[in-house]
Structure formats: C-alpha cells, structure tokens
C-alpha cells in the first residue's frame, strides 16, 4: 500500500535537498578561495596525514637550504682571508729573497724591508682575526671575538701571540645525514705558539736587522712552508665549497618534487573545480526556481 505524500514531506524533501546542493556549492567556493581540497583533516584524513608528513619534509629541506647558505658564507669569508694571507705570504718571501742579498743591502734598506715585514705581519693578523656575523672564522667553536691576541710586556712590547681555538669543529647539518665543516682551524693555516706565522715573521725581522745572510736563507723554507699550508687551507674550502653547491642544487630539486607532492596531496585543480562551481549553481538556481513551481506556496517562495 502506497503511503500518502503530504504537501509538508514535499517542502522537506526540497529543503533537504536544496541545502545539500548549497553545501556542495559552498565547498566548491572553499576550494576555489583556499586553493586546498579540504578545509579541515577530517575531511580526509589520509591525504591530510600524507600532507602532515610532506610539510615536515618540506620544513626540514628549508632548514637544510638555510644552513647550507650559512656555510657558504662561513667559506666564502675564510676564502677572501685565505687569499689576502697567502698574497702576503708572498710578500713575505719576495722580501726574504731581496733582504738575503746582504752586499746589496745597507742598513736603511734593511730598515725599510724590517718595517714592511712588520707591517704585512699586521695585515696577517687581521686576516687571521677575520669574523662572520661576530664569530672568529679561525677560533673553532671559540667564543672569542678573535683568534689570535698579542700578548705585550708591562712596556707595551709585543711579545708572542695566544690562539684562541678549541680546534673544534664547526659543522652544519645540510642534508639528511650529512653534516660539513665550515671552518678551518687557525693552527692548521696560521700555526701557534713558535711556530705560528706571527714569530716565524719575527724570528725573520730578527735576521734581517742583525744582517745575517745565512739566518735570512734559511727563513725561505719556513715560509715556503707556511705558503704550503695558505694554500691546502684554499684547496680545502674550495672542495666544500663544491660538496655545498651540489648539496644546494639537489635540495633545490628535492623542494620542487616536495611541492609537487603537496599541490598534488591538498592542492585543487583550479580550472576544474571552477566549472564544477558554476555547473553546481546553475544546477542550484534551477532547483530553487522549479521547487517554487511545483510545492505550494510556502516560505519557498521567498527564495525565488
């Protein structure tokens, strides 16, 4: 037996039916404003749990990219050091080699050969000194604002020079299980105690004012040494510099196939979805209109 259907089941049934319609509209709306297929996790809690786990990959990959520019400048800042040190090394050894040649040599000469030492010792101190954003590049993990202090008498007389370097590494994670070192230890390139460029300089100074020819000569090995070690130091940053920029350029692709894979997880297909709107309330407009039409005159009206 077929029930009877009422005027009042019919008006539901529209209302029913035409707030779905609303609803599916207003989602599309949502989609097309956001740019996301679903505003909330609950909606889908698979794509969400998926695009949780790519923004966490994403997020890590941002923070690799920032230390590896971290390390870039930490190595390009050692470079322009190493490569002022190693032009004044090469000073050094020119004076070495002129000042050697005693009989040409009167004592004004090796005044002013004396007092361009001194002065190029000066500029490798700064070089040495050298620091990125506040940090001394050659103090290791160091919180002195510089690696080398000269160190004077109660008279103001330089007398030595203290490194100060942990000779700890500093290092940056930039990649996943991968960490460079950024720094160079000053030991490595500049020396300590005796045997840091600052006295080997001064042992040579020496020699020059108290003309001894043979002293003088034998000082050109010890900075052919110390021009050796300038020089690894380069040949070291130059081989990170390499790993870091074939780090930077895989992370770069490593971000771009991550958003691909989020747009894909939660993105929408913009042109897609803006023709499913418009069909979806043109279909929207027409229920209204023929619903109208069809129940009696209700409240329903008023939606016209």
Do not use: C
């Amino acid at each position: 037996m077929l029930g009877r259907v009422t005027q009042r089941s019919i008006a539901l049934n529209s209302l029913t039916n035409l707030q779905a319609a609303q609803a599916r509209s207003s989602k599309l709306q949502e989609q097309l404003t956001s740019g996301k297929a679903y505003a909330k996790p609950s909606d889908n809690p698979v794509a969400a749990g998926n695009a949780l786990r790519l923004h966490e990959q994403v997020a890590v990959n941002t923070e690799h990219a920032r230390n590896i520019g971290d390390a870039q400048a930490w190595m390009t800042t050692q470079e322009n050091a190493l490569d002022g040190a190693l032009s004044a090394v090469q000073k050094v050894r020119d004076l070495t080699v002129q000042a050697a040649s005693t009989g040409s040599n009167d004592s004004r000469a090796r005044a002013a050969i004396a007092s361009q030492l001194q002065e190029i010792k000066g500029q490798l101190l700064s070089s040495a000194n050298t620091t990125h954003m506040g940090r001394a590049v050659f103090a290791g993990t160091s919180t002195a604002t510089e690696a080398y202090t000269e160190v004077r008498d109660g008279a103001g007389v330089v007398t030595g020079y203290t490194a100060n370097d942990d000779l700890k590494a500093v290092t940056r994670a930039v990649a996943p299980g991968v960490e460079v070192q950024v720094n160079l230890s000053g030991a490595e390139v500049f020396g300590t105690g005796a045997d840091s460029v600052f006295t080997e300089i001064d042992d040579l100074i020496t020699a020059v004012n108290g003309t001894d020819g043979a002293a003088i000569s034998g000082k050109l090995s010890v900075i052919d040494d110390r021009m050796g070690k300038v020089l690894n130091g380069l040949a070291t940053i130059g081989a990170r510099v390499n790993q870091l920029d074939a780090l930077q350029e895989a992370g770069t692709t490593r971000a771009d196939f991550l958003a691909a894979q989020l747009d894909e997880v939660e993105g929408v297909d913009l042109a897609k979805t803006f023709v499913e709107y418009n069909l979806q309330s043109t279909a929207y407009q027409a229920a209204l209109q023929s619903t109208a039409k069809v129940i009696q005159p209700t409240l329903l009206d008023f939606l016209r």
